[in-house]
């Protein structure tokens, strides 16, 4: 199966992880290309589960950089697994290549599109893929590149893991770039925080009433959120600050959408921290009992929060500003954005790893056009080859054995998941 990874124990000392310099160089070449790539991806968005056609470029550019490629993995999912020539960890790198559905765009919309960024998440990581095969004579370890479809319906990640490609490959940890409405070239760590899960109900009412009354819970339940949805850029602006503000308005938060549907609130929350879930539903359920006849069911066990683990993003915030400069990171005090959730939160309980914002604003554009699920979402295309250098780097550095890193404990990284 071409997924084993070799996982033996490095000999004769520790050699130094494949230089910044090299990479950058690297991509230097490749970067016009990429951006090219991506115009590609942009051009051909496909739905959660359809992904056929991205997966089809991926494969192809993946062999063509000389890794063992495996398709049809959870669906459309692409693994290419690339061997440095030096022994050393295993580590993962994920992208997600669907595109947004017409209902989840801001406003609606009349076909999917990549207004989220994943054709950007899915270029860097090729980009990384294509890097590091150039180097591969300087790299340490394996490198597992994961192509998932299907995030947008969180499908994907728990797709990809039951076919057993975490197992298979004997990844010790995992890392991710999201788009996020970051100035280009900033990066936004997640250092103990990451995105909320998600909890559903729904309440039934009956009676004469019961349209009326419906409406009237709905908003009674509304009242339960602590931050609103955005309705203007400048709510936008608010909240990307407000993440960044330790102990500030989003350190707790509940986030709710409550619709009346003829005799039926359907409602959908999110919250901070996951705990919470048993206080918002027990709200839920004292609102929807002081109209008579309600009924309430929660269809679902929430799903997951993601939960990045602190001391990794740390590290990785630490390499950022060494290597791209001291003002290349933002710290984030908070799950963020507070409507959204990510099932990459799935492989983090499964292993360690970091999730970042990838800064994609160009200078003097509007918000919306670097946050995700906007119509106009139109990300600077120079973070492209930003992450690629930011990432190859830190990949590279990851697949070296902590006992070969001069001056680190036994257990550098290595800090468990949520």
Same mark, same amino acid.
């Given at each position: 199966?071409?997924?084993?990874?070799?996982?033996?124990?490095?000999?004769?000392?520790?050699?130094?992880?494949?230089?910044?310099?090299? +990479?950058?160089?690297? +991509?230097?070449?490749?970067?016009?290309?990429?951006?090219?790539?991506?115009?590609?991806?942009? $051009?051909?968005?496909?739905?959660?589960?359809?992904?056929?056609?991205?997966?089809?470029?991926?494969?192809?550019?993946?062999?063509?950089?000389?890794?063992?490629?495996?398709? =049809?993995? @959870?669906?459309?999912?692409?693994?290419?697994?690339?061997?440095?020539?030096?022994? @050393?960890?295993? *580590?993962?790198?994920?992208?997600?290549?669907?595109?947004?559905?017409?209902?989840?765009?801001?406003?609606? @919309?009349?076909?999917?599109?990549? *207004?989220?960024?994943?054709?950007?998440?899915?270029?860097?990581?090729?980009?990384?893929?294509?890097?590091?095969?150039?180097?591969?004579?300087?790299?340490?370890?394996?490198? *597992?590149?994961?192509?998932?479809?299907?995030?947008?319906?969180?499908?994907?990640?728990?797709?990809?893991?039951?076919?057993?490609?975490?197992?298979?490959?004997?990844?010790?940890?995992?890392?991710?770039?999201?788009?996020?409405?970051?100035?280009?070239?900033?990066?936004?760590?997640?250092?103990?925080?990451?995105?909320?899960?998600?909890?559903?109900?729904?309440?039934?009412?009956?009676?004469?009433?019961?349209?009326? !009354?419906?409406?009237?819970?709905?908003?009674?339940?509304?009242?339960?959120?602590?931050?609103?949805?955005?309705?203007?850029?400048?709510?936008?602006?608010?909240?990307?600050?407000?993440?960044?503000?330790?102990?500030?308005?989003?350190? $707790?938060?509940?986030?709710?959408?409550?619709?009346?549907?003829?005799?039926?609130?359907?409602?959908?929350?999110?919250?901070?921290?996951?705990?919470?879930?048993?206080?918002?539903?027990?709200?839920?359920?004292?609102? !929807?009992?002081?109209?008579?006849?309600?009924?309430?069911?929660?269809?679902?066990?929430?799903?997951?929060?993601?939960?990045?683990?602190?001391?990794?993003?740390?590290?990785?915030?630490?390499?950022?500003?060494?290597?791209?400069?001291?003002?290349?990171?933002?710290?984030?005090?908070?799950?963020?954005?507070?409507?959204?959730?990510?099932?990459?939160?799935?492989?983090?309980?499964?292993?360690?790893?970091?999730?970042?914002?990838?800064?994609?604003?160009?200078? @003097?554009?509007?918000?919306?056009?670097?946050?995700?699920?906007?119509?106009?979402?139109?990300?600077?295309?120079?973070?492209?080859?930003?992450? +690629?250098?930011?990432?190859? =780097?830190?990949?590279?550095?990851?697949?070296?054995?902590?006992?070969?890193?001069?001056?680190?404990?036994?257990?550098?990284?290595?800090?468990?998941?949520?």
């Amino acid at each position: 199966m071409v997924w084993r990874s070799a996982g033996r124990a490095v000999a004769g000392g520790w050699r130094e992880p494949v230089a910044q310099g090299a +990479v950058d160089a690297e +991509v230097a070449c490749l970067e016009r290309g990429l951006i090219e790539m991506r115009r590609e991806i942009h $051009r051909h968005p496909e739905m959660p589960g359809q992904e056929w056609r991205t997966a089809g470029v991926v494969a192809r550019e993946l062999r063509a950089a000389g890794l063992a490629v495996t398709t =049809g993995v @959870g669906g459309h999912g692409v693994v290419g697994v690339l061997h440095g020539s030096r022994p @050393g960890r295993t *580590v993962a790198y994920r992208a997600d290549m669907d595109a947004v559905p017409p209902k989840d765009i801001v406003g609606g @919309g009349s076909a999917p599109a990549h *207004v989220c960024g994943h054709d950007i998440h899915t270029t860097v990581a090729l980009g990384v893929a294509q890097v590091l095969a150039r180097l591969r004579q300087r790299l340490s370890g394996t490198v *597992v590149f994961l192509f998932q479809p299907a995030e947008e319906t969180l499908a994907g990640a728990r797709a990809v893991i039951d076919a057993g490609v975490l197992e298979r490959t004997g990844v010790e940890e995992i890392h991710a770039l999201h788009c996020g409405p970051f100035p280009v070239g900033r990066f936004a760590v997640t250092p103990g925080y990451g995105m909320p899960g998600q909890d559903k109900a729904e309440v039934t009412l009956t009676g004469p009433d019961a349209h009326d !009354a419906a409406r009237r819970l709905a908003a009674e339940i509304g009242t339960l959120a602590t931050v609103p949805l955005p309705q203007t850029p400048a709510d936008i602006e608010r909240i990307v600050a407000d993440a960044q503000t330790p102990n500030g308005p989003l350190a $707790r938060f509940v986030a709710i959408r409550a619709r009346a549907q003829e005799a039926k609130v359907s409602v959908s929350y999110r919250c901070w921290p996951q705990e919470r879930y048993t206080e918002v539903r027990q709200g839920i359920r004292r609102l !929807a009992m002081s109209h008579a006849g309600a009924g309430v069911s929660f269809p679902t066990e929430p799903f997951p929060a993601m939960l990045c683990p602190e001391r990794d993003a740390r590290m990785l915030a630490h390499r950022l500003r060494r290597t791209r400069g001291r003002d290349a990171v933002t710290v984030l005090h908070a799950a963020f954005p507070p409507f959204s959730g990510e099932d990459f939160a799935l492989y983090l309980d499964q292993i360690p790893g970091t999730y970042t914002f990838l800064g994609v604003r160009a200078p @003097g554009a509007p918000i919306t056009t670097s946050y995700p699920h906007y119509p106009d979402f139109a990300p600077d295309e120079r973070a492209i080859g930003i992450g +690629v250098r930011a990432m190859t =780097g830190w990949i590279a550095q990851r697949t070296h054995r902590a006992q070969d890193l001069p001056g680190v404990s036994s257990d550098y990284g290595l800090s468990g998941g949520s």
